[in-house]
């Protein structure tokens, strides 16, 4: 019904950055929160930062100052501008969407994109 698609992940050297990007597609009437979520090797997901349709963001503490979320509604996207990155940032990033579609709310998930840091 609905797909997100992650693009943007690769390998970058500690301080570096990258920016992923996320579209939904499929059966969409509005979509309501965003966000990205990672998993590193041997831990569990964890939320990485969530925007609301009107802007309004949270970002973990681990990543303040160094990553920024925002979105595009006219797109059905949400993006992650990543920068400074560190080794212990290497994880597959997920992108979340909150889905609402005559009037049912559902989340998902993306298929996730590698990021690796290091030297």
């Known amino acids: 019904q609905v797909h997100l698609v992650e693009s943007g992940g690769g390998l970058v050297q500690p301080g570096g950055s990258l920016r992923l990007s996320c579209a939904a597609s499929g059966s969409i009437s509005s979509i309501n929160g965003m966000g990205w979520h990672r998993r590193a090797p041997g831990k569990e997901r964890e939320l990485v930062a969530i925007i609301s349709r009107g802007g309004t963001t949270n970002v973990a503490e681990s990543v303040k100052g160094r990553f920024a979320i925002s979105r595009d509604n006219a797109k059905n996207a949400v993006y992650l501008q990543m920068n400074n990155l560190r080794p212990e940032d290497t994880a597959v990033y997920y992108c979340?969407?909150?889905?609402?579609?005559?009037?049912?709310?559902?989340?998902?998930w993306g298929q996730g994109t590698q990021v690796t840091v290091s030297s």
């Open positions: 979340t969407a909150e889905v609402n579609f005559d009037q049912v709310v559902s989340d998902y």
